[in-house]
């Protein structure tokens, strides 16, 4: 089962930062929290992951609470382009990802 | 490089046949898997390997068969096929445990 709890549907406005919000609180120590897209009915993309830390590339930040019981996906300045349904994931040993429904993001011009 | 490349990308079945879904990667990855998406649903993982010669179930893996023969390869067989498979199938691989997945474009399977 999906480890994790997300909106179903957001709203962003072109140019501002989307925030999406992410509660894994049955997460274990050994867990990372990834981020997946899936634009249309395309193959799921990769965004980003991580274990304690906040960390940032080029696509977007990951904003991971202390207790680690929740994690929010900042996408700085969404385009139309970043319409899409959000995953995210909490995996351990064994690598198995366990999708749930994500969140389905609508970026509006 | 390809990435993940599935194999066929659309296919209509009858009922009761068999078919073979190939996966290739070209990344040289240890772990693979198999999901199936059906309509306003995310993934789920039907059988996954952690190295050649390996496999093991998932979340939905009953009318499934996997093999890994070779590293670069996942094969997903439906023995017989039932309206109930008709979904999108995914593929993806990773390098290592808490390594990014890649995913292919998916096949489009119809059991009518």
């Known amino acids: 089962d999906a480890k994790t709890t997300q909106p179903p549907s957001m709203d962003c406005a072109e140019g501002r930062a989307a925030n999406l919000p992410c509660n894994h609180s049955t997460i274990s120590g050994n867990e990372y929290v990834y981020w997946y897209r899936q634009i249309h009915s395309q193959g799921p993309q990769y965004i980003i992951h991580?274990?304690?830390n906040n960390e940032t590339n080029e696509m977007a930040s990951l904003i991971i609470t202390e207790d680690r019981k929740s994690s929010t996906l900042i996408l700085p300045h969404a385009t139309l382009r970043d319409t899409a349904v959000y995953y995210c994931i909490v995996s351990g040993v064994g690598n198995q990802f366990y999708f749930g429904t994500g969140t389905s993001l609508t970026v509006i011009p | 490089n390809a990435g993940v490349t599935q194999t066929p990308k659309f296919r209509v079945l009858k009922t009761g046949q068999s078919m073979t879904l190939l996966c290739a990667q070209d990344m040289n990855h240890e772990y693979m898997y198999w999901y199936r998406q059906d309509p306003g649903m995310g993934l789920r993982l039907i059988h996954y390997?952690?190295?050649?010669?390996?496999?093991a179930k998932g979340e939905v893996p009953d009318g499934y068969n996997v093999s890994r023969l070779k590293k670069q390869n996942f094969l997903l067989g439906l023995e017989s096929a039932a309206p109930s498979q008709t979904s999108v199938y995914f593929c993806?691989?990773?390098?290592?445990?808490?390594?990014?997945?890649?995913f292919g474009q998916g096949t489009r399977l119809t059991v009518v």
């Open positions: 991580g274990l304690k």
């Open positions: 993806a691989s990773s390098y290592w445990d808490s390594t990014e997945a890649f």
């Open positions: 390997s952690v190295g050649e010669g390996t496999t």
